[in-house]
């Protein structure tokens, strides 16, 4: 069953998706994730671009965000967003990053890929434009988790350092937490070259039993396709989430730039989705 439930919505509010069996199962947990519909930046950055380093006027920024926090229903000021560098570096946000990033880069948690608390009240925020979201959730402990994986995050196992993290600070077990994959560029769309199917190969080493083909496709020119998607479960798995608590989307970025931006479909000029999870 696909994981993210598009929201119904009135001309001017976002377009949103929520992960809504999460949400139906643990009252006061949200997530989901936003489309490229229902904001005011202009093109090519059209409509609702929630990223301030995309050459997008700032103030048209700032309102798509603001109209993300009304739709969720919690208030701007939640909401949380750092500089992201295709890293593996996880931060543990409190009530002293809430809020951080989301009028400016300047004030942004630098430099982090990965974000986890077990705060109420604080809106983990990541930016997107055909990279994976991956959302974590521990039942038991109460910690939440978002992390931003393209490849370089992929191969750096994002995944199993937030998990690590989780485990680590707050007492998660792997067997508890729930996982979603979120919309991205799919094995349909995202041509890679050997320099990154070499570091894909690195990752499946260590994991003999894995069908390399049910990841990384050769297409007989020096190019393959890549299923980042894919990969990620398999790392979470062998983290210890079991099989049973990842759920993975169908929706492709690249296949859907009527309703999300995509980096590589339309040439690198573009906007930017934002996928959100928060204790309320």
């Not at 598009?6 to 949200?30: C, N, S, V």
């Not at 974590?136 to 988790?145: L, R």
Request: proline share 4%; glycine share 8%.
């Amino acid at each position: 069953m696909e994981p993210f439930v598009e929201q119904k919505k009135a001309q001017d509010q976002p377009g949103l998706f929520t992960i809504q069996k999460w949400m139906h199962e643990y009252p006061g947990l949200t997530s989901g994730f936003t489309s490229r519909l229902g904001g005011v930046s202009k093109a090519p950055c059209s409509s609702l671009n929630c990223g301030l380093h995309v050459n997008d006027v700032p103030q048209d920024v700032v309102t798509n965000r603001e109209r993300l926090a009304e739709a969720v229903g919690q208030p701007f000021e939640a909401f949380t967003y750092a500089e992201q560098v295709h890293s593996n570096e996880i931060i543990v946000v409190d009530e002293q990053h809430k809020g951080k990033g989301r009028l400016s880069r300047e004030s942004a948690i630098q430099a982090k890929d990965g974000f986890i608390t077990n705060q109420r009240g604080i809106m983990l925020c990541a930016q997107f434009a055909d990279c994976v979201p991956l959302y974590f959730y521990d039942p038991v402990t109460g910690v939440i988790g978002l992390a931003h994986a393209g490849w370089k995050g992929t191969v750096l196992k994002i995944s199993m350092a937030t998990i690590s993290s989780m485990t680590h600070t707050f007492g998660s077990r792997p067997e508890h937490i729930r996982a979603v994959i979120g919309p991205s560029i799919g094995a349909c769309c995202y041509e890679v070259d050997e320099t990154v199917a070499v570091r894909v190969r690195e990752v499946l080493y260590d994991m003999p039993e894995i069908e390399a083909e049910s990841v990384l496709s050769a297409k007989g020119n020096g190019k393959y396709m890549l299923n980042l998607q894919e990969l990620n479960r398999i790392i979470m798995r062998q983290a210890g989430i079991l099989s049973s608590h990842i759920e993975v989307t169908q929706l492709c970025t690249s296949c859907n730039t009527d309703t999300f931006f995509s980096h590589r479909k339309e040439g690198g000029s573009t906007g930017r989705m934002v996928a959100w999870i928060g204790l309320v």
